[in-house]
């Protein structure tokens, strides 16, 4: 059965928390609670909903996300000259048929044409990036967020496969990509030293040894995140890593113009690459490495989880170009997964900062792939009576799925027990407030009717506007802020920008220091002048995301201009209203949301007592040297020698702005073929029109 429009929005955004939460997990503590193809059937979920319901896509989607935000960490952080990306993921023959079919169209290339893809297992490792200049190695980085990563320059000396000088004569500047990981074996061997020196440690002070509290690393690859990312490069010497490569960026020259002939190149400079890297010439080849590679599985020295293709003429790579967080011309081919039965032993409820009330399943610690899994999401009401589960129930727990962690049976479902009772109330064991909690019409998801009232949204809420990808305030982390706003000092995000005012009551608190409380109230004072966008998304608005209110921003430059333009809408200008859906990404759900928020009199007061406070500059967008840089262009009619998806590409490369619709905030529409009505409604507001040949002539001339 298919999800309705408001079931599918409410399911994009459970959706979008719960990767958000696993990325952090994986990405930057290396403690995933869950197997990569639970994580996999999470994403894939999302891209299913987002192709039946293009217009909910959300501003924090994953869908254009990389990665997360690095912790705390020793180690320095390093800024990509070239983002590290993501991959796009199939898990059928019949999805790897559609990416190739993909490509052709995108590159309007005939059935009949020729069209080769390298292929090669796709390691589960820790991505690493290495820098060559005049082929010495000057620097090596983890992936981060894509753009910010951890300096491990020093740690990788001891890495198996990453030589600190290419062989033979290398272009003056070559960054080289690929996977630190940590063979089967070694792993095994790692682990069982840590037993022996927790064993060793224990006699040498007489004590009792207690295995259970040895702690070990629970897969190969959290072996070798953790490894190397030590501080002391020492320690990353004693364990045993290796490197195996699979790209390349930032390359002042390029010897050979296909991938497979730049892979065997950077296997000649004495780095190495996957022994399973072939070249498929059709569909049936690439098929048939898959089959292959997955029956060798168990049989390799190291963990793998998929086949990875990529287009390998290099020429075409570069007019494929990317989407917001992954290349057009590679995917994933990922293996499938397994089942586990296990017991739920309690039902929690969590009290988000929209006052959403979500069920977790506490299951009884289960080993699902070498990741014990203790938790999973029910998701809301209606999925804990569709399994009837209760605590006690005996649940098959699947790695693959439509929304993974996800019970797909419930074994014990005929036992005589009674049914779980979902809260109509906010529940105040799991810091709710007590007030009603009920469901509206068309929606799955019951919410607190509390409000601000409720300390759970309260603090969830500072919580989010403190956060790495809101304002990022060192020094207000949860607990801290539950301990503030239980003392009636942080009731608003305003009031964190009066808490030097209370510096004498911090200060006469167990645990804060004079120089914890002046650390504390520096970085908030280095916040009065914050990124717009941040700020923006800090509020919570809902449906507006991190990447959303970039693209607002993007448009409107500075806060007051969005909030007359929400306004304008919430008063019925449609203008207004046309203005905010041509931003492409924008849709009605965001503007209606950004309506509504300035509509209540207690968030324009947040609004003023903040901005009172804080004065963040206009924010600037950054764009390359080009006829069309900073501009909004418009395509429309039939593009006769590239595809829309790539004129839009080509306009992002170059700075502008592709949107969807034509308005007065419009510079540019390139013309083709068939124009319609936005051809009409450029005549009408006297925006520059072109044809596809000029438009190929900008592209030209910005090189």
């Given at each position: 059965?298919?999800?309705?429009?408001?079931?599918?929005?409410?399911?994009?955004?459970?959706?979008?928390?719960?990767?958000?939460?696993?990325?952090?997990?994986?990405?930057?503590?290396?403690?995933?609670?869950?197997?990569?193809?639970?994580?996999?059937?999470?994403?894939?979920?999302?891209?299913?909903?987002?192709?039946?319901?293009?217009?909910?896509?959300?501003?924090?989607?994953?869908?254009?996300?990389?990665?997360?935000?690095?912790?705390?960490?020793?180690?320095?952080?390093?800024?990509?000259?070239?983002?590290?990306?993501?991959?796009?993921?199939?898990?059928?023959?019949?999805?790897?048929?559609?990416?190739?079919?993909?490509?052709?169209?995108?590159?309007?290339?005939?059935?009949?044409?020729?069209?080769?893809?390298t292929a090669e297992d796709k390691i589960d490792g820790l991505s690493c990036s290495l820098r060559y200049e005049n082929g010495v190695l000057v620097r090596a980085a983890t992936r981060g967020d894509g753009q910010v990563g951890e300096d491990v320059t020093a740690n990788v000396a001891h890495v198996a496969g990453i030589p600190q000088l290419l062989h033979g004569e290398a272009p003056a500047v070559f960054e080289i990509r690929g996977e630190v990981y940590m063979a089967k074996d070694d792993f095994a061997g790692l682990n069982e030293r840590l037993m022996e020196e927790a064993r060793a440690e224990a006699d040498a002070k007489g004590a009792a040894f207690d295995p259970d509290k040895v702690r070990q690393f629970a897969n190969p690859r959290n072996a070798a995140a953790g490894s190397l990312r030590q501080k002391d490069a020492k320690e990353t010497a004693k364990r045993p890593l290796r490197f195996l490569a699979h790209g390349w960026v930032a390359a002042s020259g390029v010897p050979h113009q296909t991938q497979f002939g730049m892979m065997q190149q950077v296997l000649d400079w004495g780095v190495p690459v996957s022994p399973a890297l072939v070249r498929c010439l059709s569909l049936d080849e690439m098929v048939a490495h898959y089959r292959a590679l997955a029956e060798m599985r168990e049989g390799l020295a190291y963990e793998i989880d998929g086949v990875v293709y990529k287009v390998d003429r290099l020429d075409w790579q570069q007019r494929l170009g990317f989407v917001a967080k992954a290349p057009r011309w590679a995917i994933a081919r990922k293996f499938p997964a397994e089942r586990a039965e296990t017991t739920l032993e309690a039902i929690d409820i969590q009290v988000g900062r929209t006052g959403k009330l979500t069920p977790v399943g506490r299951l009884a610690p289960v080993l699902v792939g070498g990741v014990t899994v203790t938790n999973v999401t029910l998701h809301n009401r209606d999925e804990i009576a569709r399994l009837g589960v209760r605590p006690g129930d005996r649940v098959v727990i699947q790695r693959a799925g439509d929304v993974i962690p996800q019970i797909v049976e419930n074994v014990t479902r005929e036992a005589e027990r009674a049914p779980y009772l979902f809260p109509d109330h906010c529940p105040v064991e799991f810091g709710g407030c007590g007030s009603e909690a009920v469901a509206e019409d068309g929606e799955v998801d019951v919410r607190c009717t509390g409000g601000l009232i409720c300390p759970a949204q309260r603090t969830e809420r500072l919580q989010h506007f403190v956060s790495?990808?809101?304002?990022?305030?060192?020094?207000?982390?949860?607990?801290?802020?539950?301990?503030?706003?239980?003392?009636?000092?942080?009731?608003?995000?305003?009031?964190?920008?009066?808490?030097?005012?209370?510096?004498?009551?911090?200060?006469?608190?167990?645990?804060?220091?004079?120089?914890?409380?002046?650390?504390?109230?520096?970085?908030?004072?280095?916040?009065?002048?914050?990124?717009?966008?941040?700020?923006?998304?800090?509020?919570?608005?809902?449906?507006?995301?991190?990447?959303?209110?970039?693209?607002?921003m993007r448009q409107f430059a500075t806060l007051p201009a969005l909030r007359e333009a929400a306004e304008a809408v919430q008063a019925g200008n449609t203008d207004a209203a046309a203005e905010l859906l041509s931003i492409d990404g924008i849709g009605p759900a965001v503007v209606e949301a950004l309506g509504d928020f300035f509509h209540e009199e207690h968030n324009r007061q947040v609004w003023d007592d903040l901005l009172g406070e804080v004065s963040p500059p206009p924010y600037v967008v950054e764009t390359r040297d080009s006829a069309v840089a900073g501009k909004i262009v418009v395509f429309t009619?039939?593009?006769?020698?590239?595809?829309?998806?790539?004129?839009?590409?080509?306009?992002?490369?170059?700075?502008?702005?592709?949107?969807?619709?034509?308005?007065?905030?419009?510079?540019?529409?390139?013309?083709?073929?068939?124009?319609?009505?936005?051809?009409?409604?450029?005549?009408e507001l006297g925006i520059e029109v072109i044809d596809e040949a000029e438009w190929a002539r900008i592209v030209e001339e910005a090189g």
């Open positions: 059965m298919n999800p309705s429009e408001a079931e599918a929005a409410n399911e994009l955004m459970r959706l979008a928390r719960a990767i958000a939460r696993h990325d952090a997990l994986y990405h930057a503590e290396d403690s995933p609670e869950i197997t990569d193809p639970e994580y996999d059937a999470l994403v894939r979920r999302n891209a299913e909903l987002e192709a039946a319901f293009p217009h909910l896509i959300r501003a924090d989607s994953p869908s254009r996300k990389v990665g997360h935000a690095i912790a705390a960490s020793p180690l320095s952080k390093v800024t990509h000259e070239v983002r590290m990306m993501s991959l796009d993921n199939a898990f059928s023959d019949e999805e790897l048929a559609d990416f190739v079919a993909r490509v052709r169209r995108f590159l309007s290339l005939g059935d009949g044409e020729d069209m080769a893809f790495r990808g809101a304002l990022d305030i060192e020094g207000l982390g949860s607990k801290t802020i539950a301990d503030f706003f239980a003392r009636g000092w942080l009731e608003s995000p305003v009031d964190i920008f009066r808490l030097r005012e209370r510096r004498a009551d911090i200060l006469a608190l167990d645990g804060w220091q004079d120089k914890s409380v002046d650390n504390l109230l520096k970085a908030i004072e280095a916040k009065r002048a914050p990124d717009a966008a941040r700020l923006l998304f800090g509020l919570g608005i809902r449906h507006v995301g991190a990447v959303t209110a970039r693209d607002l009619g039939k593009l006769e020698t590239m595809s829309r998806d790539e004129a839009k590409a080509q306009a992002e490369r170059l700075g502008a702005k592709a949107a969807g619709s034509v308005s007065a905030k419009t510079d540019l529409v390139v013309a083709g073929p068939g124009a319609g009505s936005k051809l009409k409604r450029a005549a």
